[in-house]
């Protein structure tokens, strides 16, 4: 199992960010990113989930200030990415850092709006340029359009842009779209894998970009 991060190593970039008033008045923390500074990944999510707060050590983003480390998607993502060789290796952010509760559900998280994307893309613009790393793992579709936000790029059918590597002038790396871990079970199927498959495609696609 991934280690667990310690809450002090999160990069805060901000005190108390309120650049979306109706998320930082419902947050509990701001979930920064965490991992090494001179990672070979930067991994990015869509946002942090709600958390459990009484879970032994994947409390989720929204509780523990740091990004991707619910019991649900944290885990799988950093499983992933350990499978591909880069335990330790990687930095792990979110396009969005405050938890955006679904109205309907308070204990879920709905998705981000473009608004919330744009103005939380300055700090994903630092921790990339910062971390510098060989590429950017984006899951899900809204991860990837807020990279590519970054470039003057827009999505057009996400799946089609899985593990299709985009070269990122702006941030001086490589886009490598993945699918969002809530769907994984299911879309790595549809796309052809078996999960063994889809992580050794990862660790090659990765290791193509570091040539």
């Not at 199992?1 to 419902?26: I, K, V």
């Not at 459990?52 to 944290?74: C, E, H, I, V």
Request: hydrophobic share 35%.
């Amino acid at each position: 199992m991934p280690t667990f991060p310690d809450p002090d190593d999160r990069n805060a970039l901000a005190d108390g960010c309120r650049r979306c008033p109706a998320l930082a008045e419902r947050r509990e923390r701001i979930a920064w990113g965490n991992g090494p500074a001179d990672a070979t990944l930067v991994v990015v999510g869509e946002a942090p989930a709600a958390g459990d707060p009484d879970a032994d050590r994947w409390r989720g983003g929204n509780l523990t200030g740091l990004a991707y480390t619910s019991r649900r998607s944290g885990r799988k993502v950093r499983e992933l990415v350990a499978d591909a060789g880069y335990a330790g290796d990687a930095y792990y952010t979110n396009a969005v850092k405050c938890f955006p509760a679904d109205p309907d559900d308070p204990t879920d998280n709905r998705e981000p709006t473009a608004e919330e994307r744009a103005n939380c893309r300055p700090y994903l613009v630092e921790e990339v340029r910062t971390v510098d790393p060989d590429a950017v793992l984006a899951t899900g579709k809204h991860a990837t359009k807020s990279v590519l936000a970054v470039e003057g790029l827009d999505l057009d059918g996400f799946l089609d842009s899985v593990l299709d590597t985009v070269e990122c002038r702006e941030l001086d790396t490589t886009l490598v779209p993945l699918v969002h871990p809530s769907y994984q079970e299911v879309w790595i199927g549809r796309l052809g894998y078996a999960r063994e498959e889809y992580v050794a495609a990862i660790r090659e696609t990765v290791a193509a970009v570091g040539e």
